[in-house]
């Protein structure tokens, strides 16, 4: 017993996860338990069952804490499950709600859990719970929630668990004022989903009336996601009320920008599917659609397609931009259908109807084997519609041009609807066999065949209305002429049994087969049934005859089975074996003709292959001609460029040589300049040894006043010179007449510390690195206001310069102080 209880304990244990800290509070009888976990987990009485729940509105907030914690770990399936198990018996509705949903919605992310999840024992213990639940519930805020979560978790797990639906739809009603708009819609998506509509219809027509109400009284406010939610459950469970659908048009146009894609469409479809239409909410969903027609999935593409087509509207961007799109999608075989059949209602003659069935067409022959029936009668149906030479198919005095990509799907879908013939509906076959009439390709014998009997083996069982589509199939189809006569006399005889619709379907079939415009009128039932006899007129009373009947179990009567005994019946077998022959003659004809045509085609398109290949090899020569012109042009360039670089070294040179030369000739010039103011000044000194007429004691003689100024006075300060008297003037002659008298403001007591400034200044000149810092101008400082030196020009800035420059400043301050060493203001002298 103890070992049982331990195996019972330890899986409880592990889910439950106590904390270290709180399970040591647990030491000696058990007075320390977690204060998180439920007594009933850990309380039991000898045999090992589970006690009574102590504090059970406490403990049921921690159980949706440990399933809302398990969903977040690995394995979150297994791990709610086993909560589910352990904690099974103290749940309330919230806590089971709360797990079937959590499982609902990893089964959707997760592959292949719904089917385990269905066969699962602990979900039905969780089922079986909830019905539990749901009869004892009390008044419960929280309960229209609950029922929302379940009835969505049942429909996302294709689970039909009927004893639950029931009771959850039974408590919807009871508490349908209760219901928010997301709530309602949720629940009743769920019961649309399930089917549930026919299967459940003392519980599901209560349930969708309540909630019209409910949703009208709710509305404003409720949102595009909620009402296209009921919109689209009212239209699968064929529950649709005009009145709810004027008011949903009316709101939802007031929250359109809001909504997404597969909301658009499911709310068109839903309008498609119950037939109202309200042009202005389809206009603006088509607008809107126009602009996110990229955002849109295959499916949703389709269903909004086929919705407006349901109604008849037709809008043209939609049109265009929809077939466009359509084209470079992955395309299902609902998906072509749908579409095609959409544009074929609309406009079966477009542009844009016809490139898309040249461009979908094709692609189906590659899954035509994961088609359905009623897929494929509906795409052949368009397609014939879109390419047939009239607009209804039923006169035959022009011979339609179809492409070799119809006519190939049409030759591939012919076994393929021979082999599963049974499976088509009493529509679906009609469609198939006026396609090919619409288009006048020939039915194979063995096919034709198969069409007579199958006809003639369900109109034993058949309504009337099945008798009119197939009349009406025949009468497209000129292969089943004597099958439409049977038909016309069948329908001759039971004409006064029909419904006024079978009456308004007839007589429309009899406008369009005699070309006259159709009134929506009264049908004359004495008109259609003069002008079935005169159908009938080609088959022989024997064959009236063996016609079965309506409500009536006769033999099964074929059409290989009937005699042929009579010269009539005889003649009309001939007849239609030439006709066959005929047929397919031309069709052999239309072969070869569109064979040569794919060969000229394929001709013409090596023909232009060859031009192309022609003109490439003359665009390639005509570049390799450029190319090599461009090389050319820039060899000649580049010479260009190196002959402009040595035109302007040679010019550099020849500038060089030029400003030598000028150098040299202003140090020519400079030397006898220099030349001469030696001589000029050995003059003077010669005459400055006798005393100057006029002159003071105290004042200097001319030669020591030119001195004195030539050392004492800056280069851009002009000296002050007394002009001499004539006596002087006299004395010299016209050679120093120019020489001034220097001032008698000249300081001749300074001289010697002058000669000295002037000695330690030719010294640093005289120095390389002070003339490198300098940059060719010598200056012998700030405090020095006696002497400084700038090039004279003419004169290379270089060390010879340098001392030729100061040879020739000292020559030319003894030569008398005539100022041309720069002093005197630029005589030019220097």
Same mark, same amino acid.
């Given at each position: 017993k103890s070992l049982c209880r331990f195996k019972v304990i330890l899986p409880r244990l592990q889910c439950c996860r106590v904390p270290e800290n709180e399970a040591m509070k647990g030491r000696g009888k058990g007075r320390g338990r977690a204060k998180s976990e439920p007594?009933?987990?850990?309380?039991?009485?000898?045999?090992?069952?589970?006690?009574?729940?102590?504090?059970?509105?406490?403990?049921?907030?921690?159980?949706?804490?440990?399933?809302?914690?398990?969903?977040?770990?690995?394995n979150a399936i297994q791990r709610i499950l086993g909560v589910v198990e352990m904690c099974i018996n103290d749940m309330n509705l919230v806590n089971l709600s709360t797990s079937l949903h959590r499982l609902a919605k990893l089964s959707v992310v997760t592959p292949h859990s719904d089917r385990m999840l269905r066969q699962s024992p602990v979900m039905k213990l969780l089922l079986a719970s909830i019905a539990t639940a749901f009869c004892a519930v009390e008044e419960d805020p929280s309960?229209? /929630?609950? !029922?929302? +979560? $379940?009835? @969505?978790?049942?429909? %996302?797990?294709?689970?039909? #668990?009927?004893?639950?639906l029931e009771m959850a739809g039974t408590l919807a009603i009871a508490n349908m004022k209760d219901f928010k708009a997301f709530e309602l819609a949720s629940l009743l998506w769920s019961f649309a989903k399930l089917g549930c509509a026919d299967t459940m219809t003392p519980v599901v027509s209560p349930l969708f009336r309540a909630a019209t109400g409910r949703l009208m009284a709710c509305m404003n406010g409720a949102g595009f996601r909620s009402l296209a939610t009921a919109a689209w459950a009212f239209a699968t469970a064929r529950q649709a009320s005009q009145r709810l659908f004027r008011a949903i048009a009316k709101e939802v146009q007031t929250c359109l920008p809001s909504a997404n894609s /597969?909301? !658009?469409? +499911? $709310?068109? @479809?839903?309008?498609? %599917?119950?037939?109202?239409? #309200?042009?202005?909410?389809?206009?603006?969903?088509?607008?809107?659609?126009?602009?996110?027609?990229?955002?849109?999935?295959?499916?949703?593409l389709s269903n909004t397609f086929w919705g407006f087509a349901s109604n008849d509207f037709h809008h043209e961007a939609f049109y265009q931009?929809?077939?466009?799109?359509?084209?470079?999608?992955?395309?299902?075989?609902?998906?072509?259908?749908?579409?095609?059949?959409?544009?074929?209602r609309l406009h079966r003659k477009h542009p844009a109807a016809r490139q898309a069935a040249l461009h979908m067409v094709p692609a189906c022959l590659g899954f035509l084997t994961s088609f359905k029936p009623q897929e494929v009668a509906s795409t052949a149906h368009a397609v014939a519609k879109i390419f047939s030479a009239e607009a209804d198919g039923f006169e035959f005095h022009t011979q339609p041009t179809i492409p070799l990509q119809i006519s190939m799907f049409f030759s591939a879908i012919t076994p393929w609807c021979q082999e599963n013939i049974q499976l088509f509906s009493d529509q679906s076959l009609a469609n198939v066999v006026s396609s090919f009439g619409m288009l006048r390709i020939n039915l194979h014998p063995s096919f034709l065949a198969s069409v007579e009997r199958q006809v003639l083996e369900r109109l034993k069982t058949s309504d009337h209305a099945a008798l009119v589509v197939f009349f009406r199939a025949t009468i497209q189809c000129p292969q089943l002429a004597r099958l439409e006569g049977q038909l016309a006399w069948t329908v001759a005889q039971e004409l006064l049994n029909f419904k006024s619709k079978e009456l308004r379907s007839l007589a429309f079939t009899r406008s369009v087969k005699l070309g006259i415009v159709h009134r929506e009128v009264e049908p004359n039932i004495e008109e259609l049934h003069r002008w079935c006899m005169e159908l009938a007129q080609g088959v022989p009373q024997d064959r009236r005859q063996e016609q079965p009947q309506y409500q009536q179990d006769k033999m099964n009567v074929g059409y290989e089975s009937i005699p042929l005994g009579s010269m009539d019946t005889h003649l009309d077998q001939r007849r239609q074996d030439l006709l066959w022959q005929l047929q397919a003659t031309q069709a052999a004809a239309s072969q070869a003709q569109a064979t040569h045509a794919a060969q000229a085609a394929q001709a013409a398109q090596a023909a232009q292959a060859a031009h192309a290949a022609q003109a490439a090899a003359q665009a390639a020569q005509a570049a390799q001609v450029a190319q090599a012109q461009a090389a050319q042009a820039a060899q000649a360039l580049q010479a260009a460029q190196q002959a402009q670089q040595a035109a302007q070294v040679a010019e550099a040179q020849r500038a060089a040589q030029a400003a030598q030369a000028a150098q040299a000739a202003q140090v020519a010039q400079a030397a006898?300049?220099?030349?001469?103011?030696?001589?000029?000044?050995?003059?003077?000194?010669?005459?400055s040894a006798a005393p100057w007429p006029g002159t003071k004691p105290w004042q200097p003689s001319p030669s020591q006043a030119c001195a004195q100024a030539a050392?004492?006075?800056?280069?851009?300060?002009?000296?002050?010179?007394?002009?001499?008297?004539?006596?002087?003037?006299?004395?010299?002659g016209a050679a120093s007449s120019t020489i001034p008298e220097p001032s008698p403001s000249a300081e001749v007591n300074v001289l010697t510390?002058?000669?000295?400034?002037?000695?330690?200044?030719?010294?640093?000149a005289s120095d390389p690195s002070i003339w490198a810092q300098m940059g060719g101008s010598l200056d012998f400082g700030e405090d020095d206001d006696l002497?400084?030196?700038?090039?004279?020009?003419?004169?290379?800035?270089?060390?010879?310069g340098l001392a030729a420059s100061m040879d020739f400043r000292s020559v030319s301050r003894s030569c008398g102080g005539c100022g041309g060493c720069g002093g005197c203001g630029g005589c030019g002298g220097c």
């Open positions: 007594k009933a987990l850990v309380e039991g009485d000898g045999g090992g069952t589970r006690g009574n729940l102590v504090g059970k509105r406490t403990s049921c907030p921690w159980i949706n804490s440990q399933i809302i914690q398990a969903s977040k770990e690995d309960l229209p /929630q609950s !029922l929302s +979560n $379940i009835t @969505w978790s049942l429909a %996302t797990l294709r689970i039909v #668990d009927y004893k639950v /597969q909301e !658009l469409a +499911n $709310i068109v @479809w839903a309008y498609g %599917t119950v037939g109202h239409r #309200d042009d202005q909410l389809f206009r603006i969903i088509a607008e809107e659609c126009v602009r996110r027609l990229d955002e849109f999935k295959t499916q949703e931009k929809a077939l466009l799109i359509a084209q470079g999608m992955q395309l299902q075989p609902q998906h072509v259908a749908n579409i095609l059949w959409a544009a074929a006898q300049a220099a030349g001469v103011w030696m001589a000029l000044g050995e003059a003077w000194n010669q005459a050392g004492s006075v800056a280069p851009h300060q002009a000296p002050i010179w007394k002009a001499p008297d004539a006596a002087a003037r006299a004395e010299f510390s002058r000669e000295a400034r002037r000695s330690k200044a030719l010294e640093r002497f400084s030196f700038q090039w004279p020009e003419g004169v290379p800035r270089t060390e010879s």
